[in-house]
């Protein structure tokens, strides 16, 4: 027996292995050929995308760069370029060695795949020629860059100059009627600045891409920083300028009054840290800040009436009680949407301040009680009754006492504004409604409880067919009870809402006479087990 015979013959049966042989012969074939098929793709593909690199390094190389950033790319890639010409080289002796493989198969591969390869030997002399003249070309542009760089610098330098002559003609300032004539120069002067600034910054990292220190502008900065007082003072001196006459002509209900009692806030405090950083170099302009705080001072004593006819606690009846206060001043209409701080001034109302300001103060806390009861009527309208199952045939309510410390504080809370000075009116009788509603509230919770601990008690004894057979009368009762107490637990399931429960017209009768009933039944039973 060989290891080539195609037949081998045992006792009991014949091995054939010729079919298997040639299978297997035909499926080492298929795949030696789809080897080096795959190893000459390999090869066609390394060749393409090297001639392709090659190509786009050439490119790069002799690429003419436009400002200093494509400078600095191209001296980057140029100064990587050797190693990468090398990798590509090793690359291709990969290539070699892989057609040599391919021929030692005889591989029929085609003439203009190997024509290729051969040509990549010649890319590395190309390069090196490039390189040469890129090299040349960046050190032209680097010099040309920086020359230009340089000339960039002087101008600026002359523009700095201009900026501190505009910053000469502004330290003029030394009256606020002069806001008008400085006010656009002013900003003009801030915007070249911010600009200049943005300018040094760009300086500074082109003189970075060309190795250079950055060069500093102290003239520049000795500007930025003497003219921001300047600048703050008349920028402020226009916007008071701008919304003192907004609010003193415009309906104060329009304006937003917070604004303004910032706004007012803020000009003082910077009125008073601008004449400290005027007043020893600059003393004229630092008087113009005096004076600017005084016009805000001036309009601050409007400032007690604009928060009174403006609180939005000041109701119909309060602005009519204002409207009665000045009426001895006011011959015509005076409406609080129309109310302007003009009129103050035409009307002379600062003589009622005091007493417009008494107004607003019991106004403030009348709406203090109104909201206060709001809130309480939020609390229980969303306040919910807890549940308990009980023998999976009905609920019981639980937390009881939870609920009447929550009725209790509510209660007392109620009475103690009540007790207030300031509680008058129609906001007094809503408030007595509400007591009456929480006190509703706290007896029909004390019904339940009753209700639900004697039912508990006699549920489990009513159950019984034999107890019934014997007190009818009692029985009927409390079934009666029984259906009235499952009915309110699945309302309560499906409206947990305390205030639901309570606003249900027949709800406390309901209970009281269930009480009553199950007094009568309890008496009823205990006469009959004596």
Known sequence: ????????????????????????????????????????????????????????????????????????????????????????????????????????????????????????????????????????????????????????????????????????????????????????????????LDKAHDIVKQFHDRETTFGLPETPYPDLDDIDKNFKPFHDLITMAHEVKQLLREWTEERLMTRNTDQIFSSISQWQSSCFSLYKKLNEDYPETAEVAQDLRGQIEAFSKNLPLIKSFTSEAILEEDWKEIQQLVSTVVTGPFERDEIKVQQFIDLDLYQFTEEIEEIAMRAEKKWSLAQKLKQMKEEMKNYQLQQADYKGITFLIRGFDEVNAKLD??????????????????????????????????????????????????????????????????????????????STMKGIEEEPCIMDLAEKETIMGQFVKANEDLDKIQKSLSDYLE
């Open 1 to 192: 027996m060989t290891l080539s015979e195609d037949e081998v013959d045992f006792r009991i049966f014949r091995v054939m292995s010729k079919k298997l042989k040639t299978q297997l012969g035909d499926k080492a074939l298929d795949w030696k050929n789809m080897i080096l098929d795959a190893t000459y793709q390999y090869c066609t593909d390394t060749v393409q995308i090297t001639f392709k690199i090659y190509n786009e390094m050439q490119e790069k190389i002799l690429h003419d760069p436009v400002n200093e950033k494509e400078l600095i790319a191209s001296k980057d890639f140029i100064a990587a370029a050797p190693a990468k010409v090398e990798q590509l080289t090793e690359d291709l002796k990969e290539v070699y060695r892989h057609y040599i493989m391919l021929e030692e198969f005889s591989y029929m591969y085609k003439e203009v795949d190997i024509e290729s390869f051969w040509y990549m030997k010649v890319w590395p002399l190309k390069i090196q020629a490039c390189l040469t003249d890129g090299k040349n070309m960046v050190q032209d542009k680097n010099d040309l860059f920086s020359a230009k760089l340089e000339a960039e610098k002087e101008g600026f330098s002359k523009q700095i100059v201009q900026y501190q002559q505009t910053f000469e003609k502004i330290k003029d300032f030394s009256s606020l009627d002069q806001i008008n004539d400085f006010i656009n120069v002013s900003y003009e002067l801030r915007k070249n």
């Open 409 to 486: 504080d509510q209660i007392v809370g109620t009475q103690a504004m009540l007790g207030s000075s300031f509680m008058k009116g129609r906001l007094k009788s809503e408030t007595k409604v509400w007591e009456g509603k929480l006190n509703h509230m706290s007896e029909l919770m004390e019904q339940l409880l009753k209700v639900q601990r004697t039912w508990m008690y006699l549920e489990p004894i009513f159950s019984s067919g034999d107890i019934m057979n014997t007190m009818p009368l009692e029985g009927k009762m409390f079934n009666q009870v029984d259906a009235l107490w499952k």
